[in-house]
């Protein structure tokens, strides 16, 4: 632990020095991701539920349902419903976070929404819903791409029929360098060309992508480079969301 | 009204033959109209209308504390009315989700172009900074409501003067305003949404194109060295796109940005001119 800390103290130290970022903060390579944590079915009483962390950021993912969808007029008689809730505890982040939904938890919701539908067939639950509550319970950055990532695990360990498995990755370009699984101190960058933050979500086995956001500064040819670094890494990730959902059987 | 099936297949046969309801190309935006100092209490406003979509933007400033880790940067904060007034799909109450994404989207396209230079609106550092409250009311939605409610709130931003303020009881003036402008930079934000039908891809659809889109992009652009960089980025709508439909979209937007900026920015030099005194 106090070496790892005099490594990081130290690759900050040569990044004040030399400006430009060719070495990561906690000397990562730019295209590694932080160690990956995996555990399902840590919440028994769901129907399905597993946790994911990316290095510090947790996120704890509970299914519940299918289940009749009330009130009745939210029910759609074709296909059965997904709704998403995201939210941080209060003592995730640094400085605290009032209890409670926000404008910025509301809008992760719908995108992860969005990003878990394609592969989800609903087509034999009309009228119901399945709610998915994502917890982040400690935070550094990525936190939507660890919630996507347990969530994924969580609806195929409920046994929610789905096509393929979502799989979540931060990339970000960090003065020049594209650099995946980004952590706060890389988000916060702000030397040559700063920082910018793209979450992606790929389908793991098709790579389309189903969730994609932006933040900062990028040109169009960066931006396809980027694509590309964050569906090498969710194959990484994908293999791990395997490797976990494969031990449920050993277990039972 | 939801949209029918068989209007939504009709639309989609359209598109498959290039053609659409309103006869405009794919890519084609519907004419632009906008109008500045819309309102006489606002500090800066802006009328958009982009075909039947209207949308109003005004700003108000005021004092206030600065956020803890930017102690020495104004504040902006951005907000969607959807009254019902403006479709019959939204309702009263508080903000939904359509609007939250709306006013985050449109607050990510201007704060990460830097078009607003916020270390400029510390008035004591630490203690008081301006904080810019831009809020955004479509006024008829006919799709579309995105592109045209970043215009209007980029326009109503290039309107505001600052009011005055009492350096003694560390108030603004409310009603009283000075010569200065709000300090903006060159970098003009601009978004572009595209939307995915069946195997077309469309630029500013009405509303009929928006209830039948499967997957939206929107992708924000400011100017840095005549080209464009993106500054705002968001995937919306249930399905998913393939990697060469991201690429498409992403190359398209940079050439649209090319014929559509000069455009905006003609617009709104001439509407500054027009209440410049």
């Not at chain 1, 790892?4 to 970022?21: E, T």
């Not at chain 1, 979540?168 to 890389?186: H, N, P, R």
């Not at chain 2, 498959?16 to 084609?28: A, H, I, T, V, Y």
């Not at chain 2, 090319?258 to 905006?264: D, Q, S």
Request: proline fraction near 5%; aromatic fraction near 6%.
């Amino acid at each position: 632990m106090i070496l790892w800390l005099r490594k990081r103290q130290k690759a900050l130290k040569d990044v004040v020095h030399k400006m430009a970022y060719t070495k990561r903060f906690d000397g990562r390579e730019f295209d590694e991701t932080r160690e990956m944590k995996i555990k399902v079915g840590v919440i028994p009483r769901a129907d399905g539920s597993a946790s994911f962390s990316f290095g510090d950021s947790i996120a704890i993912a509970a299914v519940y349902g299918p289940k009749p969808l009330h009130p009745q007029h939210l029910q759609n008689p074709e296909k059965g419903v997904l709704r998403v809730h995201y939210d941080m505890i209060s003592f995730s982040v640094t400085e605290r976070k009032k209890p409670g939904p926000s404008r910025r938890s509301s809008e992760i919701s719908k995108v992860m929404e969005w990003a878990l539908m394609p592969v989800l067939q609903l087509d034999a639950f009309p009228n119901t819903v399945i709610d998915l509550f994502v917890t982040i319970i400690q935070a550094n950055a990525s936190t939507r791409c660890a919630a996507i990532n347990a969530a994924s695990i969580a609806l195929a360990s409920a046994g929610v029929p789905m096509t393929d498995l979502v799989t979540a990755v931060s990339v970000g370009k960090i003065d020049k360098s594209i650099v995946v699984d980004l952590i706060k101190e890389e988000e916060d960058y702000e030397d040559g060309e700063g920082a910018t933050d793209i979450p992606f979500a790929f389908l793991a086995n098709s790579g389309k992508v189903s969730l994609f956001q932006l933040d900062g500064k990028i040109s169009v040819d960066e931006l396809k480079k980027a694509v590309e670094a964050g569906k090498d890494s969710c194959k990484k990730i994908y293999a791990e969301q395997k490797k976990a959902l494969k031990s449920i059987k050993e277990q039972k | 009204m939801e949209l029918s099936n068989i209007t939504k297949r009709r639309i989609v046969e359209y598109l498959s033959e290039g053609k659409r309801f309103d006869s405009r190309k794919l890519l084609e935006y519907r004419p632009i109209s906008i109008e500045m100092n819309i309102s006489k209490n606002a500090d800066g406003s802006a009328r958009v209308r982009m075909g039947n979509t209207e949308v109003v933007a005004g700003v108000k400033l005021d004092a206030g504390t600065p956020f803890t880790d930017s102690q020495d940067s104004g504040v902006l904060i951005v907000t969607t009315e959807l009254s019902p007034l403006a479709s019959e799909k939204f309702e009263l109450g508080p903000p939904g989700i359509q609007s939250i994404e709306l006013s985050r989207l449109v607050d990510r396209g201007i704060r990460e172009s830097g078009f607003i230079d916020f270390k400029k609106l510390c008035i004591k550092e630490g203690e008081k900074v301006w904080s810019i409250f831009l809020d955004i009311y479509p006024m008829n939605d006919g799709g579309n409501l995105i592109d045209a409610s970043c215009l209007a709130a980029v326009a109503a931003l290039c309107n505001t003067r600052l009011p005055k303020y009492d350096e003694e009881k560390e108030k603004v003036k409310f009603g009283e305003w000075t010569n200065k402008k709000l300090p903006l930079t060159d970098k003009l934000p601009l978004t572009m949404t595209f939307h995915k039908i069946s195997k077309s891809i469309i630029l500013d659809p009405i509303t009929e194109e928006e209830e039948a889109s499967e997957a939206r992009l929107t992708v924000a652009m400011s100017p840095k060295d005549k080209e464009p960089k993106i500054n705002a980025l968001q995937k919306g709508n249930a399905k998913e796109l393939s990697k060469e439909e991201v690429f498409e979209m992403l190359e398209q937007a940079e050439k649209e940005w090319h014929k559509r900026y000069p455009l905006i920015l003609e617009k709104i030099e001439a509407e500054k001119k027009k209440h410049e005194k």
